[in-house]
């Protein structure tokens, strides 16, 4: 990290209680890494994307449809946060051309199921690994804990009363409820 940035990390006070003073509020630093980050972190598969007429939305859809196969309309609706309508356009383009499939559920048939077809797959399996290299090249030149670090932030920057729900869906296998 670079000396100037570490010194005014270390250098914010903290006040009574623990907490960032006011006078270290509001932090616009860290605001504005974390914007230029994921510019940069999404940039990388806007790129991709464009080649195929897709945009952000279509690769978070094909993102949790090929990590979390099987999930229903309903659970990616939970997931994304995004109403019916805008997914049903998004939805419709990876379908139309092949990337997803769409199943009856089994115990209940009104579900809809959702699928990534084989060339879903490549493409989902793309872009992560594009967005992989990206984490690679950071991490590569920290600390080596610094991948524990950055899961830890993350997580404490999710709401709280989401943490658990995040974890198990982001660690599926874990055995318990903390991740590994």
Known sequence: MDASLQTKLDNRAEGP???????????????????????????????????????????????????????????LLDILRITKQSLARVLKDLLDQGYVEQQPGIADRRQRQLFPTAKGRRLALDLARLQSERFLRA????????????????????????????????????????RP
């Open 17 to 75: 209680d623990g907490d960032m003073a006011a006078d270290a509020l509001p932090m616009f630093d860290l605001v504005e890494l974390l914007f230029f980050a994921y510019r940069d972190f999404v940039g990388d598969a806007d790129r991709m994307l464009e080649s195929y007429g897709f945009g952000r939305a279509h690769h978070r859809v094909l993102h949790f449809v090929n990590r979390h196969t099987g999930l229903t309309i309903a659970e």
């Open 139 to 178: 991490l590569a030149i920290l600390p080596r804990d610094a991948n524990r670090s950055a899961v830890d932030f993350l997580l404490a920057m999710i709401d709280a009363d989401e943490r658990d729900k995040v974890t198990r869906l982001v660690w599926p296998d874990s055995k318990s409820r903390e």
